[in-house]
């Protein structure tokens, strides 16, 4: 016999302690594999490491395995020139527009496919056709009813006047063309060539919506003292998407699922009441004919200021809702674009306006900067809270986006209050909701809702204005990239930023919930719709950054991924494919288990045991076996037994050798045996027989389906702790149970996993050994509205000065009762009148 298998003969692991109460092995459910069927059947589970390329599109010229653009990459361009005139007595738009479009395709193109969005507020279209009702029809409030009402009689789709060959200001032959839903097709006199351009025009008008009836994400808001705020977007006919990866994206508008668009160049001229305040997408290129002096003046010092400066002060504004354009004049104003996906712009004579010029390093640039103005318009009504926070919160959202991804590139970012509840975006400006109380106080809810929602829709910028993605298919793509963006933004505005997504443990009750879809789902069926686009893919980016990659690592992907595509129209497979040619990380399993499927993570520690190595020593053996047999607990049956009559007390004789004979007691045969195997030995075979340290055997399940890293905090004897970070390859072989061994010196007392709440594990109640009772509280309450500080400081504050106004009315009352007749009554009269008159102060 050799000295390895002499060794092998006495090195065997004994079990020496358990930290469990007693060993509990999880009764695993059979796994639900929301991919493609199991490869291997007979085993019983899916492979989820397997290579993606069973689902992705396969690589071509237009886009490598890499997922950067291929060489031979192509995409459309559509320029506009628009007239378009803005009647606010009759709540009505009409326009003329020139569409100049590129061909950059390889293809020949019979037809073109144009969007009509505003046909979503027909009464038949499909959006109103296909609307579904609540389940039960109990309870309607007055406002729900009358929007009911309203649509289904307000027509507020296009009215397609003309589209005809040439530009708008030229008398070309008619184009035939038909209206699906929301979408045109202009038929072209002959088939457009691959590198050709073609020129047409379309001239239409349409009814604005009155957003308190009919909400969407574009029409007018009427403020309380009879004056509008218009938000304009959706409002001309746009190019539809044509691309490589499905041709003419021309999928139905349904008011959900938004927009995939073209860029180019504008030019739009917008005619309107002349003391109404424009905004828009672009530049204004007549401001010496729009603007006053002054306002010019002020937005010059905006641009060196060291805060934001007043445009438009809220007295100016005040003075302009009062007079409502008395000479009935018009204006127009002209805006420029290039390189933008779409065009929206925002008009009112209610509009405070303040702006603040922001300069953010651009390596790109030749001088290493670039200059971006900031602004925002809003009402009095949404005084002092958007004055305080609006441009600030556009050029912080300016600032770190830039830095995540690629300098901003366009000269103006613009955040208006109006139309939406919570907010949209279009490039370069976008409409906010948020607002404070009549009396002007606000929440601490509302405060960070606004700087939220600003940062959010200015962050659409990168994603999907330039990074130019298709939010029609894959909402993802831009609103979980921004979201994360959003919160990277957030924790960097002050500590302890109250975010509501991007923590992993706020996306834990989603994952496990039933009524749920896999993030690549179309847009339109979505459930859930804010949990899946935009909380879960933020979370698992975030998990991505901070777990799985590290910030590092996954910064650099991701910046790689946002400048191969800024101006480029990238897929889901482009994103997946860059962020692993960037990091170096086989990220398959992730992609699969977060984007493809509906598992969650639930992960668990379901045995620790420790194990010492047993040199096979027979004295050491006594020795532990004895302790062992001390610890051993007295059980019911043994304590009583003792005070029973022994049959061997009362006869002695029937004792023997083995009622002496000591059972654990080493030999002499066995100590010379053990002490012939120590001589055989070497210096290394011996030190590895004397190794004391403990072999801890961490036994780890998965019910939740979704591979994740497994994070133990470990916590010993002495009191010290120590982290260990498996990656989530350890579930390669066997996705619903592993064991993992750890060899330490000292002893383990108490096992934690995902210690960090870094993982979104949905049920927390197994993640410590030895278990934890969790201790929790209820409470009993009556319903309250939510409290609102600033509010009640400001009633305490009207409630003292009303008690101390009665006080001094009370003394001024009794002082001039008091008066000597040597006073006049005149002189009496006045100061009983002065005390018994109403007193306010600040």
Known sequence: MTRSLLLSRFLWLTAAVALAASPAFAQLSPMKDNGPIPDNAKYGQADVFRELTEILPTPNAYRTASGAPGHEYWQQRADYTIDVTLNEDEHTLTGAETVVYHNNSPDRLEYLWMQLDANLFTPDSLARRTASGPSEMNDMSFDALKAMLAAETFDGGFKIDKVAAGSKDADGPDLPHAIVDTMMRVDLPKPLEPGASYTFNVSWHYNINNVDEIGGRTGYEPLDDGND???????????????????????????????????????????CPADLIVSATGVLQNPGECLTETHRERLESAKTSETPVFVVTQAESDE???????????????????????????????????AWGRTIPDEDSKSGEHFVMCQSLYPSECEPLWSQYSTQAIAHCVEVYSKFTFPYPYPNAIS?????????????????????????????????????????????????????????????????????LQYLAEQEWEDEYPSRRGRPEDIASYMKSTTQVPIMTNSESLLQFGSNAYAKPATALNILRETILGRDLF?????????????????????????????????????????????????????????????????????????????????????????????????????????????????????????????????????????????????????GGLPMPVILKLTYADGSTEEVRIPAEIWRANIQKVTKVLMRKKAVEKVELDPNRETADVDRSDNMLPREIVESRFKLFKKKTESNPMQEARKEAERAAKEKAAKEKAAAKAAAEAKTDTESPDEAAEEKAEAEAPRSEN
């Open 229 to 271: 705020l218009f938000c304009i977007a959706q409002w001309f006919p746009r190019m539809c998407v044509y691309g490589d990866a499905v041709g003419w994206q021309h999928k139905q508008y349904y008011g959900r699922g938004e927009f995939a668009l073209e860029l180019g160049d504008y030019d739009v001229t917008i005619t």
């Open 320 to 354: 302009a809702r009062k007079t409502r354009n008395e000479g009935g004049k018009t204006k127009s104003w002209q805006w420029k674009a290039k390189n933008v996906r779409d065009f929206a712009f925002t008009a009112s004579r209610a509009f405070i306006w303040d």
């Open 555 to 703: 910064d650099k992907a991701f910046k790689t991924y946002a400048r191969r595509w800024k101006f480029k129209h990238p897929e889901p497979a482009d994103f997946f494919r860059t962020m692993e040619d960037a990091s170096g990380r086989d990220l398959d399993w992730f992609w699969r288990g977060w984007f493809y499927t509906t598992q969650h993570v639930d992960l668990g520690v379901s045995n620790l045991r420790v194990y010492t190595v047993d040199a096979g020593d027979p004295v050491d053996k006594e020795n532990r076996e004895r302790a062992e047999e001390q610890e051993e607990p007295e059980t019911l049956s043994d304590r009583l037994n003792k005070d029973l009559p022994k049959r061997l007390a009362e006869f002695p004789e029937l004792a023997d050798f083995y009622n002496s004979y000591d059972e654990l007691k080493a030999t002499n045969k066995s100590i010379r045996s053990y002490k012939e195997f120590l001589e055989k030995l070497d210096e290394e075979q011996l030190r590895l027989l004397k190794n004391d340290a403990k072999f801890y055997m961490v036994d780890i399940t998965n019910d």
């Open 416 to 484: 208006v209050y109006g139309v939406v509840g919570g907010g949209m975006e279009y490039p370069m400006i976008c409409w906010n909701g948020p607002k404070p109380e009549e009396d002007g106080t606000y929440t601490a809810r509302t405060k960070y809702f606004l700087i939220s929602v600003v940062i959010h829709e200015v962050g659409h910028n990168w994603f999907p204005m330039i990074v130019n993605s298709d939010e029609r298919r894959w909402t993802w793509m831009d609103e979980g990239l921004n979201t994360f």
